[in-house]
C-alpha cells in the first residue's frame, strides 16, 4: 500500500534541467519565483514551455486553462488533422498576440524539439503509451489524459521509461485534485467510515450504442488516417470511427469503463490505499455490441475484490446523468461522492470528512495543471503520478478483460499477471501495426 | 379509421424449390450459416455478427476445447477467398487460443509483406518458442513499416538470439535511419532488463 506522503523523485537530472531552463531564459524574461538555493546562480526563468499532442475535445480544456498561467507558454501544437492543428495554433497564436506556436503533424518532431519542457498527450488512447514514452526519451515531463494506456502492459513501460529518465508524469484524472474528493479519500483512510466492507461506483452510459457505421468512406482533406490509426490493427477511414467517438472502440479506448472509470475508480484506489495495488480478483458480465462500429461495453458491471475483503462494483447508470459517482459503504453507514455533491446516510459524516481531524494526511493538490507543473520545477512526484494513473487504469483494464470473458478472473498485483489464466494474460498487451513499436 | 394498404407478399409467387430428395430436403430445411465459414467473408463495414458468435464461442470454450477451436480457426484462415478483414479477425482469435498448431499457417502470412502486421496479431501474444525462429527468418525478409513492427515485436519477446541480425540492421547504409536507430534500441533492450 502507498505511503500518503508525496516522495521526492531523485532520478532526475538535474542538469537537463538547467540546461533546458536556460533555453526558455533565453526566449523569454520573467521573474522567477523560485528560491535561488535550487538553481544556483544562474536561476533560469520560471517559464514552462509546453507542447500538445493532439488538439481535440479533451486538448482545448487543456489550452484554456494552460493559457491562464502566466508562467506557462503553449509553444508547438501537433495534430494528424491539419485542420484541428491549425485552429489551435490560431487560438493560442491571438492569445498571445503573436503568430509563435509551432505547428506540426508528426508527434516525434515535437518530442524533439528543443526548448519544449513540458508535453500533453492527449491524443486517443491507443496513443497514449507511444508518444508519452517518445516525449520521456527526449527528456521531457508529460501530463498524459486518462486512461493512462491502452492496455496493462503499455501501463507498465510507461511507469518504467518515466522513472529510467527521471520525467514528471502526471495523469489527467484531475478528481485528486479537487478538495470534495481528496478529503472524503482522506476520511476514509483515517478509517472514518470503520471498517471499509464495499465501494460501489456509477458511470455514465455508453452513449454510442449499436448503428454506427463502419463502411469505408474516403478520407477527408486534411487528415493522415494512417497516422491516426498508429498502432492499431488496419481498418478502412470511416468518420464516425474517428474524432471522439473513437473511445468506443476497442481497438483505439475502452469506453466508458476507462472514460469515467479511470475518474472514480481512482478515487477508490485512493481511499483503498492502492495506489502501488490493485485488486486479487475480478468478475465482469458486461454486454457488447454484436455488430456495428462500436464494440466496447453498452452495460458495464464488473465487480473487484481486493486482499484485504474489500469489494468495488463499477457498473453503468441509466438515469442520464453525465457524471459518475461513488458510494463507501463502512460499519458507520455510507459516504457518497460525486463531482456535484457529496452525501452520507448521516449528516455528521460530511462534517467529519471536511474537519480533516485524521491524523494520516494524503498529499493534496488544487489545481492539477499547477500541481503538474510545480512537480516539474521541484522534481517531486504529482498528485497523480504516472504509477497511480498505471494502477487505476489497470482496475478499468481488468474490469473490462472480465466482462469480455464474461468470467471471473485472479489478478496478482504484484507480478500485474493473471493467476492460472493463459487466455486472460494474453489480453494483457496488445500487437502494433508496423513501424509502431514499444522499443 | 381507413387501414393501411400494405401490398401483401405473395409467397406462393415465389415457389421456393424444396428439393424432392428426402434428405436433401431435410438439409434444406435444416441449413443455417456456420459463423466459423461466414467470417471468412467479414468485410470492413459489413455485418460482423458471425464474427461476434465466434468470439463468444472462443472465450467461453474451456481450456481443453481449445485446441478443437484452434483447429476451425485454421479451417477458417486456410479458405482461399477468405477477405482482409477476415483474416484479422482469425488472427486476432488466434492469439486468444492459438498453440503450436497454429505457427505454420500464420507463418506464411509473416512472411508476406501485406498480411506480415495481421500474422503478428496472433504472434505477438503467442508463448511458443517457435515463433521467435519465424521472427528471426522474417527479419531477413521484410522491409520497411513491416520489419519496423517486427524489431519491436522481436524485442518485446525478448528474444536474445535475434542481437547479431538486429547488429547487421542497425550498420546496414541501405536501411532508413529510422529502422537503424530501432534495431539499436532493440539490441540495448534486449541486452538489458531495465527497458524501456
Known sequence: MSSALTPSLELLSRRGFLKRSAIASAAVALPSILPSRLFGQNAPSNQINVGIIGTGNIAQGHMETMLGFSDVRIAAVCDVDRFRRE???????????????????????????PGIDAIFVCTP????????????????????????????????????????????????TQQRSSKRFHDTAEFIRNGGMGKLERIEILIPANNKYTGGSWQPEPVPEGLDWDMWLGPAPFSPFNRQACHYNFRFILDYAAGQTTNWGAHYIDIAQ????ADDSGPVEVEGHGEFPTTGLFTTATKVDFTCRYAGG?????????????????????ERGWIDVSRSASTASAPEILREVTARKGALKLASSANHHD?????????????????IGHRTTTVCNLGNIA????????????????????????????????PWSMV | MPQATEPVPNLQAAKPKAPADYKDREAWFTASPDPWKEVARLQFGGDRTFATTVHRMIVHAERDQWPVVEKRLLQTLGDPEISEAGRQF?????????????????????????????????????PVASVDEHYRAALGRLKGAPRAGLIGSIAR???????????????????????????????????????P
Not at chain 1, 92 to 101: A, F, L
Not at chain 1, 270 to 273: M, P, R, T, V
Not at chain 2, 95 to 109: D, I, N, Q
Open chain 1, 87 to 113: 485552429a489551435a495554433a490560431d487560438k493560442i497564436n491571438t492569445y498571445y498576440g503573436n503568430k509563435d506556436c509551432a505547428i506540426m503533424r508528426d508527434f516525434r518532431e515535437l518530442a524533439a524539439r
Open chain 1, 125 to 172: 488512447d491507443n496513443w497514449h503509451a507511444l508518444t508519452a514514452i517518445e516525449a520521456i526519451r527526449n527528456g521531457k515531463d508529460v501530463y498524459v489524459e486518462k486512461p493512462l494506456t491502452l492496455t496493462i502492459e503499455e501501463g507498465r513501460a510507461l511507469v518504467t521509461a518515466a522513472r529510467k529518465h527521471g520525467r514528471i508524469v502526471q495523469t489527467g
Open chain 1, 270 to 273: 485512493w481511499a483503498l490505499g
Open chain 1, 310 to 330: 474489500e469489494q468495488l462494483r463499477c457498473r453503468t447508470r441509466y438515469d442520464g446523468i453525465s457524471d459518475g459517482n461513488v458510494r463507501f459503504f463502512g
Open chain 1, 371 to 387: 500541481n503538474f507543473f510545480q512537480s516539474m520545477r521541484t522534481r517531486s512526484l504529482p498528485i497523480s503520478d504516472v504509477e
Open chain 1, 403 to 434: 466482462m469480455l470473458l464474461d468470467r471471473k478472473v485472479r489478478w496478482d498485483p504484484k507480478k500485474e499477471s493473471f493467476v492460472d489464466d493463459p487466455l486472460a494474460d494474453r489480453m494483457r498487451a496488445r500487437s502494433m501495426r508496423g
Open chain 2, 90 to 126: 482469425v488472427c486476432r482469435m488466434l492469439g486468444l487460443v492459438g498453440t503450436e498448431v497454429c505457427v505454420p499457417a500464420v507463418a506464411k502470412l509473416l512472411m508476406n509483406e501485406p498480411t506480415a502486421d495481421v500474422a503478428r496479431l496472433t504472434f505477438d501474444v503467442l
Open chain 2, 157 to 195: 519477446r525478448g528474444d536474445a538470439r535475434a542481437v547479431d541480425a538486429l547488429a547487421v540492421i542497425a550498420v546496414d547504409a541501405n536501411e532508413t535511419a529510422a529502422i537503424r536507430a530501432l534495431a539499436e534500441r532493440a539490441i540495448k533492450k534486449l541486452n538489458s532488463t531495465s527497458t
